[in-house]
Every structure is written in C-alpha cells, then in structure tokens.
C-alpha cells in the first residue's frame, strides 16, 4: 500500500513563495507518474503539474512559468515551489502517484494566499 503525505502549506502573502513537499512510503517515483493537483470547496479538483516517470514536468497553463514540480528519488519525496502566489492559488493541494491500474492520493496541504 502507497501512502503520500503532503506537507509545506500554510499562509503566504500575494506574490510570495511555498514549497509543498510529498513523502511517499516507497520508493514508487520509477513506476509511477506522480502529479500534484489543487481544489477549491465547491469545485472540482484540477491538475496543476506532472512529473513522468521519465521525469519530464508538465503544467497546467495557470502554472507555467511560476510553479516547478521536482522529485528526489533517493529520498522519496516530490515538490512543488509556487512563487508569485496569488489569491486564486489558494486551495488544498494533493499530491498523486498514478499508473494505468493504481491511483493513491495524499490528505492534502492547505495553502491559502491573503494580504
């Protein structure tokens, strides 16, 4: 059984910077394709970016050029460094590690972006 815990949310000022961090309890970066994903109450989750197993980075287009997704594969963990945050970022990010068979998903980590 894979579990994700998510971590790094917290309170950030519009234009500021966070690093969500996703520990994985295996070593699944070789098998999986793992994402990160973000919801907001009342809609539905959306992708943010993408890490292959290949460990090419993909992005949503809200993302691009403001947030970059990484893994560490000795250490188990994938990130994701969100800069120039503004309001509409704020939501609950979930980390997820996907194949054609499996999905898992972690608790998910609240960022909220207010002045």
């Known amino acids: 059984q894979v579990q994700l815990v998510e971590s790094g949310g917290g309170v950030v000022q519009p234009g500021g910077s966070l690093r969500l961090s996703c520990s994985a309890s295996i070593n699944i970066f070789n098998i999986y394709d793992m994402n990160w994903y973000r919801q907001v109450p009342e809609k539905q989750r959306e992708w943010v970016a993408g890490?292959?197993?290949?460990?090419?980075?993909t992005y949503a287009d809200f993302a691009k050029g403001r947030f970059a997704i990484s893994r560490d594969t000795g250490k188990n963990m994938l990130y994701l460094q969100m800069s120039r945050l503004t309001p509409e970022d704020t939501a609950v990010y979930y980390c997820?590690?996907?194949?054609?068979?499996?999905?898992?998903w972690g608790q998910g980590t609240q960022v909220t972006v207010t002045s």
């Open positions: 890490s292959t197993r290949a460990g090419s980075a």
């Open positions: 997820n590690g996907e194949t054609s068979t499996d999905s898992y």
